[in-house]
């Protein structure tokens, strides 16, 4: 008899920040951003930056620590080599934004726009994400470890490469995003949304198959009624 093909995940290997020389900056984003297209070289720390507004700029070998940029617009700001970490980024839209070499660390992320972004060589971990939407987003090495991740987004997403680490996914919605050999089985993934194609090929343990079960149509009842 033919033995059934195994699925081989790639393994996920992320670069960290390739971090230089930085002195701590005496300005705000704000009014460094007023003559410059790009920043970098800079540390910022336990610095409130509240309803900022950039485009379609760049922020390189930069660390962002204790940092407060909550409803902030950041859209399409390429970042290069940054750090954020103990930052307070929630209700920021980072829409269309670029990611490469950038580490989030015990980071507030609650209702966050990462839509439409590229994520390369990324780092989320040990971070409150609730309500995140990462929708119609690209990840290619990226790495998601210990996060709290409910209600999230991720639909029409590519995985190219990523890696889940026991992440709270409970009722995300992974809607027309495959999931082929994507790892699930050290995350909460009870009552996520996606349609029956998606789940092809996702790597799940025996318990998480039976909270599957209701997306195809099926319910366990162990006496007949």
Do not use: W
């Not at 700001?77 to 929630?90: A, G, I, K």
């Not at 971070?127 to 290619?140: G, P």
Request: charged share 25%; glycine share 4%.
């Amino acid at each position: 008899m033919r033995q059934p093909q195994k699925e081989h995940t790639k393994p996920v290997r992320i670069t960290p920040p390739m971090m230089e020389e930085q002195v701590l900056s005496e300005q705000s984003l704000e009014s460094l951003f007023r003559d410059e297209e790009t920043i970098s070289h800079l540390r910022f720390e336990r610095s409130n930056e509240n309803q900022l507004r950039i485009g379609y700029k760049t922020i390189r070998n930069c660390t962002f620590y204790g940092v407060t940029l909550s409803e902030s617009d950041l859209q399409s700001v390429e970042f290069t080599d940054v750090r954020f970490e103990n930052c307070d980024l929630s209700n920021i839209s980072f829409n269309k934004s670029t990611f490469y070499r950038v580490e989030f660390i015990a980071c507030k992320l609650v209702g966050t726009n990462l839509s439409e972004a590229t994520f390369n060589q990324v780092l989320i971990e040990n971070s409150l994400a609730l309500y995140t939407n990462f929708a119609m987003s690209k990840f290619n090495q990226v790495k998601l470890r210990q996060n709290m991740l409910r209600n999230g987004v991720f639909s029409d997403c590519r995985f190219l490469a990523l890696a889940l680490e026991e992440c709270d996914l409970r009722e995300a919605d992974f809607s027309h995003t495959s999931l082929r050999k994507l790892d699930l089985r050290s995350s909460q993934i009870a009552g996520i949304t996606l349609n029956t194609a998606d789940i092809k090929g996702a790597i799940i343990t025996s318990l998480q198959a039976i909270d599957l079960l209701p997306l195809l149509g099926v319910f366990i009842k162990d006496n007949p009624e």
